[in-house]
């Protein structure tokens, strides 16, 4: 008789997880936009209470945690690579003004945004070798 009872919470199990992983896609498309527990409970076909306690469980965090690790994320992959400007960043995940964004992202980064794309920007390589430019043109005579 426990077989059938165990059956039952694996796949009661698969349902959650399946469920979890439809909220996670939801937040990672929709990161610009207000992401209310409610909402999310919708997505995933709970009641905001139940789904707030199951989130917590598989997840590791509140939903509203995730949801801000999940901007973080986005924005230092964004300050890292490329040069857009922060207010474009802060609306692009969501956020109603830069300065908002700032706080939340020194927060938890240590930091605010323009010093960690500072800190982190990559290196482009110019086209051409301006030492070997720079040779050349010492080089030639004056006319």
Do not use: W
Not at 2 to 30: F, N
Not at 96 to 112: A, E, I, L, R, Y
């Amino acid at each position: 008789m426990s077989e059938p009872v165990l059956e039952r919470l694996s796949q009661h199990e698969i349902v959650g997880q399946a469920a979890m992983s439809a909220v996670r896609t939801h937040i990672q498309t929709h990161l610009d936009n207000a992401l209310p527990v409610a909402g999310l409970a919708a997505v995933a076909g709970l009641s905001p209470f139940h789904f707030a306690r199951k989130f917590k469980t598989m997840v590791g965090m509140p939903p509203h945690s995730y949801v801000t690790k999940m901007r973080i994320e986005r924005a230092c992959l964004l300050l890292a690579e490329t040069d857009v400007p922060l207010r474009e960043i802060a609306r692009d995940l969501g956020y109603s003004n830069q300065s908002g964004f700032t706080k939340v992202f020194g927060d938890h980064m240590g930091m605010p945004p323009g010093a960690y794309r500072r800190v982190t920007a990559r290196v482009v390589t110019p086209l051409t070798n301006p030492p070997q430019a720079a040779a050349g043109r010492r080089g030639r005579r004056a006319p």
